[in-house]
C-alpha cells in the first residue's frame, strides 16, 4: 500500500544567492520514508532545515535535486492531499468560527446540507460546538489553535505537515491539544510530519523522531520511540528518550558553532 507514504530521495534545497558564495545549502541529501498513518517528528538546531524539508514536501519550494513521492506521485505543487499547519494558524477574524470552518468545504463547492454535517461532526471532533458562533478575538488561544486545526482537517486531507504549531501556546494548553492531535491522528488515520524546538513534545508525540543536524540539514538519527500511548514524560523510559535526544541536539548544536569558529 502506497497510500499517504511520503517518501524523500537524496533530497537536497539550495537557496541560490547573488554569487555562488552567498548559496545556502538548506537540506542535503535526505533520505526518508513516512508510512501511511505515521506520525514523525523533525528536530534540529534553528536554521538546519526544517522548515524547507516541510515546504518542499508541501510544494511550496522546489527541490534542487532528489525526489519527493507522496503516495507515489513526485510533488510539483500544493495539493488538497496535504494540508499545512502553521505556528501562527490561520483564522479570518470577520467570519465566526462556523463560517471559518466551513469556509474550505464552501470553496470546493460541497453541497449544503453535506457540509453542514461535515461542519457539524468536525466541531464535536475539536470539543467547540458550543463556540461555534463566536468570532476568533472572542476563543482563547488554545481554542483558536483547535479551531483552526478543524478548519483544515474539514478538507479531509490524508497527510498533515505541521511546523511548530503549539510553539506560541503556554504549557497547559499545549499539553491538552498535543493530546487531542495525538487522538486525532489516529482516529482519522493521518500521516503526520510534525516539526518541533521541543525535545519533549518530539518523543511524546512521534513514533520517530529524526533528528537533524546543523546546516546543510541532514539526518543524523531515525529514532523509533517504542513507548505505548499514552506517554508518560515522567517515566525512567520516556527520560532515557529524552536524554538521548537532547544529547543529539546537544551535538549539532556544538558542531555548527565549532563550524563558525572555524570559518571566521
Ligand atoms: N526563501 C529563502 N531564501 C533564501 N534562504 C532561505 C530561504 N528560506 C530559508 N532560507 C535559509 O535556509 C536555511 C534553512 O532555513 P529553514 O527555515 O528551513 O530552517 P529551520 O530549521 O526551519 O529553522 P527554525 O528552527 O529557526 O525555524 C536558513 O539558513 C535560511 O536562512
Ligand atoms: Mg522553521
Redesign the pocket.
Known amino acids: 500500500m502506497t497510500e499517504n507514504r511520503i517518501v524523500c530521495r537524496n533530497l537536497t534545497k539550495i ?1 541560490h544567492g547573488i554569487h555562488a558564495k552567498q548559496d ?1 545549502v ?1 537540506c542535503e541529501d535526505i533520505s526518508i520514508e513516512i508510512q501511511p498513518g505515521e506520525f514523525v517528528t523533525v528536530i ?10 516541510l515546504y518542499m514536501i508541501a510544494g511550496f ?1 522546489q527541490k534542487t535535486s532528489g525526489m519527493i513521492l507522496v503516495d507515489g506521485k513526485s510533488v510539483q505543487s500544493p495539493g488538497p492531499d496535504r494540508a499545512v499547519v502553521f505556528q501562527e494558524f490561520a483564522l479570518f477574524p470577520w467570519l465566526t468560527l462556523r463560517q471559518n470552518i466551513e469556509f474550505g468545504p464552501r470553496e470546493r463547492g460541497i453541497q449544503n446540507d453535506v457540509m453542514r454535517e461535515h461542519v457539524n461532526s468536525m466541531l464535536r471532533t475539536v470539543g467547540l460546538t458550543a463556540a461555534e458562533s463566536r468570532y476568533p478575538h472572542e476563543l482563547s488561544a488554545g481554542m483558536r489553535q483547535r479551531a483552526a486545526l478543524a478548519r483544515v482537517l474539514v478538507n479531509e486531507p490524508k497527510i498533515l505537515l505541521m ?2 504549531p503549539f510553539a506560541a501556546l503556554d504549557a497547559q494548553t499545549r499539553s491538552t491539544l498535543q493530546a487531542e492531535l495525538g487522538r486525532l491522528a489516529k482516529l482519522l488515520n493521518l500521516t503526520i510530519l510534525f ?1 518541533t ?1 521541543s525535545v519533549e513534545e518530539a518523543v511524546l508525540l512521534g513514533d520517530r523522531v529524526l533528528a ?1 543536524s546543523a ?1 546543510p ?1 541532514r539526518i543524523i538519527e531515525d529514532l523509533a520511540i517504542n513507548l505505548p500511548r499514552p506517554r508518560d514524560p515522567t517515566s525512567p523510559a520516556f527520560n532515557e528518550y529524552r536524554r538521548h535526544v537532547d544529547l543529539l541536539l546537544e551535538q549539532a548544536t556544538r558542531t555548527a558553532a565549532d563550524t563558525e569558529t572555524t570559518a571566521n
Open positions: 537557496f545556502v538548506a534540529g538546531p534553528s536554521g538546519c532545515g526544517k522548515t524547507s524539508l519550494e511546523d511548530e516539526i524546538h537533524m546546516r540539514g
